[in-house]
């Protein structure tokens, strides 16, 4: 099973719509949550980290943090069609030499 | 940008075959990673490493040998390849405690 799960495993969105990914960790010592984008045909790119409790924004993106819960969600404002890819949110172990788990992603299409 | 090359960028072999996958950073970064990402498993971990000589073993190294032999230089083995390691494999680098930066990816076939 995997130690990231990632939900829903595929959405759909009109464009300027808002779109809302979900990430949790299994793994109790999770210190660091990233996000990556991937479009079609190429490599990931890291979207955005976050490490504490809360919030944090950049531009049209927020991610989300609850340590408690180990639970992490980006949400996108004013989706646009090229922010159509597959998102994927890792997580990092304390301690484990930078070693990143990966969960099986979202895949998010905007429709014009 | 960070600079992760790899080659070759498309592999064609047969099952018993030997393959050799290569990764160059030039990002001067201290660890290096690879993944190999199929359909509903997102990115898996095969082998990682935080310097030359240095080798840590993934998620899911079992078929997979790795070298590091310069800091620049991290290379991914398969001495007896099967069909289940068909797959499309990635290299990344990255700063302690920062991002990854991933490499074009290499589509494996073994037939």
């Known amino acids: 099973q995997q130690k990231v799960q990632q939900s829903p495993e595929s959405l759909i969105v009109p464009e300027g719509g808002m779109a809302s990914l979900n990430c949790t960790s299994s793994?109790?010592?999770?210190?660091y949550f990233w996000w990556y984008r991937q479009h079609s045909g190429k490599s990931p790119k890291m979207l955005m980290?976050?490490?504490?409790?809360g919030e944090k924004e950049e531009g049209r993106f927020t991610v989300h943090l609850n340590k408690a819960s180990l639970h992490t969600s980006l949400h996108i404002r004013d989706s646009q069609p090229s922010d159509s890819a597959l998102y994927l949110c890792?997580?990092?172990?304390?301690?484990?030499?930078?070693?990143?788990?990966f969960g099986a992603g979202t895949r998010l299409a905007v429709c014009p | 940008e960070a600079a992760v090359t790899q080659s070759p960028r498309n592999k064609v072999t047969v099952t018993g075959g030997n393959v050799t996958l290569s990764c160059r950073q030039t990002?001067?970064?201290?660890?290096m990673y690879w993944y190999r990402q199929d359909t509903g498993h997102g990115l898996r971990l095969i082998h990682y490493?935080?310097?030359?000589?240095?080798?840590q073993i993934g998620d899911v190294p079992d078929g997979y040998k790795a070298t590091r032999t310069t800091q620049e230089d991290f290379f991914l083995l398969l001495e007896l390849a099967s069909p289940s390691q068909t797959s499309l494999y990635f290299c990344?680098?990255?700063?302690?405690?920062?991002?990854?930066?991933f490499g074009p990816g290499t589509r494996l076939t073994v037939l």
């Open positions: 990344a680098s990255s700063d302690k405690g920062r991002e990854q930066y």
């Open positions: 793994d109790r010592n999770v210190d």
């Open positions: 980290s976050i490490f504490s409790n």
């Open positions: 890792a997580a990092r172990i304390s301690g484990s030499f930078n070693k990143l788990t």
């Open positions: 990002n001067s970064h201290n660890y």
């Open positions: 490493s935080y310097g030359a000589g240095n080798l």
